[in-house]
């Protein structure tokens, strides 16, 4: 019985059908196969954005100078937000008047910036474990986000805050701070936020986090237990350029208000739109809550904002 034999032309033609065929399959397989930046990123922005949505992701463009340009219009003018080149440099956001507010995390390795994703830009590794990604959002604000990725990954992120010269934090009640700076002549105005910490574990259960003030260094804690799911996603949020949102006055202001009546104490002309009008129109709520801030020792606040007015009392950072 003969062997067939296979024709050499035959075996040429196959191995070039092979050869092709591995050729298209490299070609076809994602970028991010062999664990390349490009594919980390589009992994570790998925991660975020499922924590965040994307439905407030500003668009954005990007440049030599930034990995990711934002501007924004607010009712307080119009906002940019700059997600730095690389993971050493400042989130920034600047106000139509070039003031800004920075915020950076320290002791990160030199990482380059890729936005991937919906337009979250990451930085991939960026500490043991840790990635850290920033959305510039459509509100005028932007949100640093840290995610750690197994239990290795510090529990403890430190931001340097920049601010603005004469602009300090005060605590905000609820977890966050709000960026004050007096207005010329007139009463201590909100220019600001770092809005309250959250965090979120791999399947979206809430994970206790907090702040707390370290010089100029705004330090986050994330506390993680046996039930933790990883990766956790953790944010800070900065806004800037806002002024529709809280006056606080000092012991001092609050006092002159309580004894001679909140038109008579302060111009209503050092006040900016709307709060003016509506301090002037609600002077008697206004005397009558500084005089039991007054009487406890306390300081006097308003908050305003769409009409709102709602005058209250503070103490953390009154003086």
Same mark, same amino acid.
């Given at each position: ?7 050499? =032309?035959?075996s =040429? ?6 050869? /092709?065929?591995?050729?298209l ?21 998925s991660?975020?954005?499922?924590a ?14 930034a ?13 940019? +937000? ?8 400042d ?18 390795k030199?990482?380059?910036? =890729?936005?991937?994703g ?19 959002t /459509?509100?005028?604000? *932007?949100?640093t ?9 510090? /529990?403890e992120?430190?931001?340097? =805050? ?11 009640? %609820?977890g ?6 007096s207005?010329?002549?007139?009463a201590?105005?909100?220019? #600001? *936020? ?12 809430? +994970? ?13 804690? +994330? ?5 933790t799911?990883?990766p ?7 806004t ?14 609050t006092? %002159? ?5 909140? /038109? *008579?104490?302060?111009? +209503? ?14 002077a008697?709520?206004?005397t *009558?809550?500084?005089a ?14 769409? #009409?709102?007015?709602?005058?209250g009392?503070?103490? %953390?950072g009154?003086?």
């Amino acid at each position: 019985m003969r062997t067939a034999r296979r024709s050499p =032309v035959r075996s =040429v033609i196959s191995g070039l059908s092979l050869a /092709t065929a591995l050729a298209l399959l490299g070609a076809a397989a994602p970028a991010y196969a062999d664990g390349s930046s490009t594919g980390k990123a589009v992994h570790a922005a998925s991660v975020v954005e499922k924590a965040t949505g994307t439905g407030d992701v500003a668009p954005s463009v990007s440049s030599p100078e930034a990995a990711a340009k934002a501007t924004t219009g607010t009712a307080a003018g119009s906002v940019t +937000v700059v997600a730095p080149r690389a993971s050493t440099g400042d989130v920034k956001a600047t106000a139509s008047d070039g003031s800004s507010l920075g915020l950076k995390l320290t002791g990160t390795k030199d990482v380059t910036g =890729v936005k991937a994703g919906s337009g979250t830009v990451v930085y991939s590794e960026v500490a043991k474990s840790t990635d850290l990604a920033v959305q510039p959002t /459509t509100d005028g604000g *932007a949100r640093t986000l840290v995610t750690l990725k197994d239990g290795s990954a510090s /529990t403890e992120q430190r931001f340097a =805050v920049n601010l603005p010269e004469g602009a300090r934090l005060i605590p905000d009640g %609820n977890g966050g701070y709000g960026v004050i700076k007096s207005a010329d002549g007139g009463a201590t105005m909100t220019v #600001g *936020a770092i809005e309250a910490p959250w965090a979120k574990d791999a399947h979206g259960k809430p +994970v206790a986090t907090s702040y707390k003030l370290d010089g100029n260094q705004l330090v986050q804690h +994330v506390e993680i237990n046996k039930g933790t799911a990883f990766p956790v996603v953790a944010d800070p949020k900065i806004t800037w350029g806002n002024v529709t949102g809280t006056a606080y006055f000092t012991k001092s202001e609050t006092k %002159n208000i309580a004894i001679y009546g909140a /038109t *008579a104490a302060l111009s +209503v002309g050092l006040l900016p739109p709307p709060l003016n009008v509506l301090y002037q129109v609600n002077a008697a709520l206004v005397t *009558a809550k500084a005089a039991e801030a007054r009487s406890d020792d306390y300081c006097l606040k308003i908050k305003f904002a769409a #009409g709102i007015f709602v005058p209250g009392v503070y103490s %953390n950072g009154c003086n």
